[in-house]
Protein backbone atom coordinates (compact mmCIF):
# COMPACT_ATOMS: atom_id res chain seq x y z
CA UNK A 1 0.00 0.00 0.00
CA UNK A 2 2.69 2.16 0.84
CA UNK A 3 4.50 1.31 -2.14
CA UNK A 4 1.88 2.70 -4.20
CA UNK A 5 1.39 5.57 -2.81
CA UNK A 6 4.82 6.52 -3.21
CA UNK A 7 4.76 5.32 -6.95
CA UNK A 8 1.56 7.23 -7.53
CA UNK A 9 3.51 10.43 -6.32
CA UNK A 10 6.22 10.13 -8.38
CA UNK A 11 4.35 9.51 -11.13
CA UNK A 12 2.02 12.99 -10.60
CA UNK A 13 5.22 13.95 -10.54
CA UNK A 14 6.30 13.22 -14.03
CA UNK A 15 3.35 14.45 -15.91
CA UNK A 16 3.71 17.70 -16.77
CA UNK A 17 7.96 17.40 -17.22
CA UNK A 18 7.09 17.55 -20.68
CA UNK A 19 4.94 20.68 -21.09
CA UNK A 20 7.98 22.62 -19.34
CA UNK A 21 10.16 22.52 -22.59
CA UNK A 22 9.79 24.90 -25.32
CA UNK A 23 9.38 24.11 -29.22
CA UNK A 24 8.63 20.54 -29.87
CA UNK A 25 8.48 17.87 -26.94
CA UNK A 26 7.20 14.45 -28.67
CA UNK A 27 10.01 12.87 -27.88
CA UNK A 28 9.59 13.96 -23.86
CA UNK A 29 6.84 11.66 -23.46
CA UNK A 30 8.01 8.89 -24.60
CA UNK A 31 11.10 9.82 -21.99
CA UNK A 32 8.20 9.86 -19.16
CA UNK A 33 6.53 6.71 -20.03
CA UNK A 34 9.50 4.85 -19.92
CA UNK A 35 10.27 6.87 -16.60
CA UNK A 36 6.99 5.77 -15.24
CA UNK A 37 8.29 2.17 -16.23
CA UNK A 38 11.17 2.23 -13.95
CA UNK A 39 9.91 3.81 -10.93
CA UNK A 40 6.77 1.35 -11.27
CA UNK A 41 9.42 -1.71 -11.66
CA UNK A 42 11.70 -0.21 -8.86
CA UNK A 43 8.84 0.20 -6.58
CA UNK A 44 6.37 -2.87 -7.35
CA UNK A 45 8.13 -5.45 -8.33
CA UNK A 46 7.24 -7.51 -11.36
CA UNK A 47 3.20 -7.27 -10.70
CA UNK A 48 4.02 -3.49 -12.25
CA UNK A 49 1.91 -4.02 -15.04
CA UNK A 50 -0.65 -4.93 -13.23
CA UNK A 51 -0.89 -1.96 -10.92
CA UNK A 52 -0.48 0.35 -14.40
CA UNK A 53 -3.35 -0.89 -15.91
CA UNK A 54 -1.32 -3.05 -18.07
CA UNK A 55 -2.50 -6.46 -17.41
CA UNK A 56 -5.17 -6.51 -20.54
CA UNK A 57 -5.97 -9.72 -22.56
CA UNK A 58 -5.00 -10.24 -26.15
CA UNK A 59 -8.56 -10.03 -27.36
CA UNK A 60 -9.09 -6.91 -24.85
CA UNK A 61 -5.46 -5.31 -26.52
CA UNK A 62 -6.71 -5.85 -30.48
CA UNK A 63 -10.05 -4.57 -29.13
CA UNK A 64 -8.33 -1.57 -27.51
CA UNK A 65 -6.24 -0.42 -30.57
CA UNK A 66 -9.53 -1.09 -32.97
CA UNK A 67 -11.40 1.07 -30.72
CA UNK A 68 -8.06 4.07 -31.03
CA UNK A 69 -8.82 3.72 -34.67
CA UNK A 70 -12.36 3.97 -34.40
CA UNK A 71 -12.25 7.52 -32.35
CA UNK A 72 -9.79 8.97 -33.93
CA UNK A 73 -11.63 8.71 -37.54
CA UNK A 74 -14.43 9.68 -35.63
CA UNK A 75 -13.37 12.52 -33.88
CA UNK A 76 -11.49 13.82 -36.96
CA UNK A 77 -14.94 14.11 -38.42
CA UNK A 78 -16.28 15.97 -35.74
CA UNK A 79 -13.52 18.45 -35.91
CA UNK A 80 -13.69 19.36 -38.88
CA UNK A 81 -17.31 21.18 -38.16
CA UNK A 82 -15.72 22.23 -34.74
CA UNK A 83 -13.05 24.49 -36.37
CA UNK A 84 -15.14 26.02 -38.98
CA UNK A 85 -17.76 26.92 -35.94
CA UNK A 86 -15.11 28.43 -33.75
CA UNK A 87 -13.65 30.29 -36.48
CA UNK A 88 -10.12 28.58 -36.18
CA UNK A 89 -7.73 27.55 -38.46
CA UNK A 90 -5.47 24.28 -38.58
CA UNK A 91 -1.99 22.98 -39.37
CA UNK A 92 -1.78 19.17 -39.46
CA UNK A 93 0.75 18.40 -36.76
CA UNK A 94 4.03 16.16 -37.86
CA UNK A 95 3.63 12.37 -37.37
CA UNK A 96 6.28 12.37 -34.60
CA UNK A 97 3.92 14.58 -32.58
CA UNK A 98 1.16 12.82 -32.95
CA UNK A 99 3.49 9.74 -32.09
CA UNK A 100 4.59 11.51 -28.86
CA UNK A 101 0.39 12.14 -27.79
CA UNK A 102 0.29 8.68 -27.99
CA UNK A 103 2.62 8.24 -25.00
CA UNK A 104 1.14 11.57 -23.17
CA UNK A 105 -2.56 9.79 -23.34
CA UNK A 106 -0.87 6.48 -22.01
CA UNK A 107 0.75 8.60 -18.89
CA UNK A 108 -2.35 10.36 -18.01
CA UNK A 109 -3.99 7.30 -17.70
CA UNK A 110 -1.72 5.36 -16.35
CA UNK A 111 -2.04 7.65 -13.47
CA UNK A 112 -5.50 9.23 -13.33
CA UNK A 113 -7.00 5.57 -13.39
CA UNK A 114 -4.37 2.96 -12.83
CA UNK A 115 -2.76 4.14 -9.91
CA UNK A 116 -5.45 6.99 -8.64
CA UNK A 117 -8.48 4.82 -8.88
CA UNK A 118 -6.84 1.56 -8.20
CA UNK A 119 -5.68 3.47 -4.53
CA UNK A 120 -9.47 4.84 -4.04
CA UNK A 121 -11.01 1.36 -4.48
CA UNK A 122 -9.19 0.32 -1.83
CA UNK A 123 -11.42 3.08 0.63
CA UNK A 124 -14.07 4.34 -1.01
CA UNK A 125 -16.98 1.14 -1.85
CA UNK A 126 -19.12 3.01 -4.39
CA UNK A 127 -17.73 2.91 -7.92
CA UNK A 128 -19.59 5.94 -9.16
CA UNK A 129 -18.05 8.39 -5.81
CA UNK A 130 -14.59 6.57 -7.18
CA UNK A 131 -15.74 8.02 -10.83
CA UNK A 132 -17.33 11.32 -10.32
CA UNK A 133 -14.29 12.54 -7.40
CA UNK A 134 -11.66 11.27 -9.99
CA UNK A 135 -12.83 13.10 -12.85
CA UNK A 136 -12.83 16.13 -10.34
CA UNK A 137 -9.66 15.84 -9.74
CA UNK A 138 -8.71 15.43 -13.60
CA UNK A 139 -10.29 18.27 -14.63
CA UNK A 140 -9.03 20.27 -11.57
CA UNK A 141 -5.79 19.57 -12.33
CA UNK A 142 -6.13 21.29 -16.18
CA UNK A 143 -7.30 23.65 -14.62
CA UNK A 144 -4.64 24.30 -11.85
CA UNK A 145 -2.05 23.57 -15.12
CA UNK A 146 -3.08 26.54 -17.53
CA UNK A 147 -4.04 29.06 -14.48
CA UNK A 148 -1.03 28.83 -12.62
CA UNK A 149 1.64 26.71 -14.46
CA UNK A 150 1.51 28.51 -17.85
CA UNK A 151 2.69 31.59 -19.10
CA UNK A 152 -1.09 32.84 -19.84
CA UNK A 153 -2.10 32.14 -16.79
CA UNK A 154 -5.61 31.13 -18.32
CA UNK A 155 -8.87 30.35 -16.43
CA UNK A 156 -10.53 27.67 -18.78
CA UNK A 157 -14.30 28.47 -19.52
CA UNK A 158 -16.84 26.24 -17.16
CA UNK A 159 -17.84 24.85 -20.35
CA UNK A 160 -14.17 23.59 -21.46
CA UNK A 161 -13.82 22.01 -17.43
CA UNK A 162 -17.37 20.38 -18.27
CA UNK A 163 -16.07 18.72 -21.16
CA UNK A 164 -12.84 17.18 -18.97
CA UNK A 165 -15.45 16.59 -16.26
CA UNK A 166 -17.29 14.05 -18.37
CA UNK A 167 -14.32 12.72 -20.28
CA UNK A 168 -13.25 12.55 -17.24
CA UNK A 169 -16.34 10.20 -16.25
CA UNK A 170 -16.20 8.58 -19.52
CA UNK A 171 -12.33 7.34 -18.90
CA UNK A 172 -12.95 6.34 -15.21
CA UNK A 173 -16.00 4.14 -15.75
CA UNK A 174 -14.22 2.29 -18.85
CA UNK A 175 -11.32 1.59 -16.45
CA UNK A 176 -13.81 0.72 -13.67
CA UNK A 177 -15.88 -1.68 -16.07
CA UNK A 178 -12.55 -4.10 -16.61
CA UNK A 179 -9.56 -3.19 -14.50
CA UNK A 180 -7.27 -2.38 -17.43
CA UNK A 181 -6.47 0.56 -19.53
CA UNK A 182 -6.32 0.23 -22.88
CA UNK A 183 -10.67 1.55 -23.60
CA UNK A 184 -9.59 4.61 -21.37
CA UNK A 185 -6.47 5.32 -23.45
CA UNK A 186 -8.32 4.76 -27.01
CA UNK A 187 -10.71 7.19 -26.16
CA UNK A 188 -7.79 9.50 -24.59
CA UNK A 189 -5.16 9.19 -27.01
CA UNK A 190 -8.03 8.96 -29.89
CA UNK A 191 -9.29 12.05 -29.37
CA UNK A 192 -5.75 14.15 -28.09
CA UNK A 193 -3.85 12.49 -31.44
CA UNK A 194 -6.34 14.37 -34.02
CA UNK A 195 -6.15 17.99 -32.77
CA UNK A 196 -3.74 18.79 -29.62
CA UNK A 197 -0.81 18.54 -31.50
CA UNK A 198 -1.71 20.81 -33.97
CA UNK A 199 -0.78 24.60 -34.96
CA UNK A 200 -4.16 27.01 -34.60
CA UNK A 201 -4.53 30.45 -35.18
CA UNK A 202 -7.57 32.79 -34.96
CA UNK A 203 -9.63 32.48 -38.88
CA UNK A 204 -10.30 35.94 -38.15
CA UNK A 205 -7.14 37.51 -37.26
CA UNK A 206 -4.72 35.29 -37.81
CA UNK A 207 -2.98 35.28 -35.19
CA UNK A 208 -1.69 32.20 -33.72
CA UNK A 209 -3.30 30.85 -30.71
CA UNK A 210 -1.27 28.84 -27.66
CA UNK A 211 -2.05 25.67 -26.10
CA UNK A 212 -4.30 27.82 -23.53
CA UNK A 213 -6.44 29.00 -25.47
CA UNK A 214 -6.82 26.52 -27.95
CA UNK A 215 -8.10 24.19 -24.82
CA UNK A 216 -10.69 26.78 -24.46
CA UNK A 217 -12.19 27.57 -27.18
CA UNK A 218 -11.96 23.45 -28.04
CA UNK A 219 -13.35 22.02 -25.31
CA UNK A 220 -15.89 24.71 -24.87
CA UNK A 221 -17.15 24.44 -28.19
CA UNK A 222 -21.00 22.74 -27.71
CA UNK A 223 -20.51 19.92 -30.01
CA UNK A 224 -17.72 18.81 -27.09
CA UNK A 225 -19.65 19.56 -24.59
CA UNK A 226 -22.19 17.45 -26.00
CA UNK A 227 -19.95 14.54 -27.42
CA UNK A 228 -18.34 14.46 -23.65
CA UNK A 229 -21.94 13.88 -22.38
CA UNK A 230 -22.89 11.64 -24.35
CA UNK A 231 -19.66 10.01 -23.81
CA UNK A 232 -20.17 9.90 -20.41
CA UNK A 233 -23.68 8.27 -20.28
CA UNK A 234 -22.36 5.89 -22.07
CA UNK A 235 -20.25 4.58 -20.18
CA UNK A 236 -22.69 4.32 -17.43
CA UNK A 237 -24.22 2.00 -19.74
CA UNK A 238 -21.52 -0.11 -20.14
CA UNK A 239 -20.31 0.05 -16.78
CA UNK A 240 -23.74 -1.30 -15.77
CA UNK A 241 -23.92 -3.90 -18.15
CA UNK A 242 -20.86 -5.75 -18.01
CA UNK A 243 -20.98 -5.57 -14.13
CA UNK A 244 -24.39 -7.57 -14.57
CA UNK A 245 -22.47 -9.74 -16.91
CA UNK A 246 -19.65 -10.71 -14.88
CA UNK A 247 -17.63 -8.63 -16.80
CA UNK A 248 -13.59 -8.42 -15.31
CA UNK A 249 -13.89 -6.30 -11.79
CA UNK A 250 -10.25 -7.45 -10.72
CA UNK A 251 -9.07 -4.53 -8.06
CA UNK A 252 -5.05 -4.96 -8.36
CA UNK A 253 -4.03 -6.02 -4.51
CA UNK A 254 -1.73 -4.57 -2.23
Known amino acids: MKRRLIAAILVAALLPWPLLIAGDHWWAFILVTAAIMGVLRLLLGRQWPVFAGLGLSRTHAVLSIAAFASIAAASAILLHHVYAAAGLRVTAPALEDRIGFLFQALNEEIFFRALLIGLLVLFIPS ?29 LSARALATLFLAGVAMNNLYLACRHI ?24 NRPLYEPQIFDRMLGSPAIVAAACAAAALSFALLALWRTNGAPNRAASS
Open 182 to 205: GFSWALHAGWNVVWLPASFSDAAT
Open 127 to 155: RLAVSIGTALLFAGAHFLLYRFSNPMHLA
